[in-house]
């Protein structure tokens, strides 16, 4: 067998799994409607006042910033282990690809998204 092959069986069966796994528990589980079940709760119990509120977007925006930056650390993690064999072409586009986050984090701070008020 060939690499390409191992790998196109492991993508079928892992593909078959999780579409097996949803369709047996399609297929084992109720479909009964149940109004108590729609009702909104916090920790278990009742809530008081208004269950609809707004948040504030800043809150969004911080976690979409912390995933830039976590998958920026992920990318430059191997690439930094390989530094010294990748050669000039791999350095200029890490430069590129770090320049264009700067520009995101500087946009973002221009913005006021890293304002907590």
Do not use: H
């Not at 993508?11 to 999780?18: K, S």
Request: glycine fraction near 6%; charged fraction near 15%.
């Amino acid at each position: 067998m060939s690499d390409f092959t191992k790998i196109a069986f492991f993508m079928f069966f892992g593909i078959a799994f999780v579409f097996g796994s949803m369709l047996v528990v399609r297929l084992l589980s109720t479909s009964k409607y149940d109004p108590i079940k729609s009702l909104p709760y916090e920790c278990g119990m009742d809530t008081i006042g208004p269950t609809w509120i707004q948040f504030q977007n800043n809150y969004f925006m911080y976690a979409l910033l912390f995933l830039v930056f976590d998958v920026e650390t992920v990318f430059l993690f191997p690439w930094a282990i390989r530094f010294s064999q990748l050669g000039l072409m791999a350095f200029i586009e890490m430069v590129l690809f770090v320049a264009m986050l700067l520009l995101a984090l500087w946009y973002a701070w221009k913005e006021g998204v890293l304002e907590w008020s």
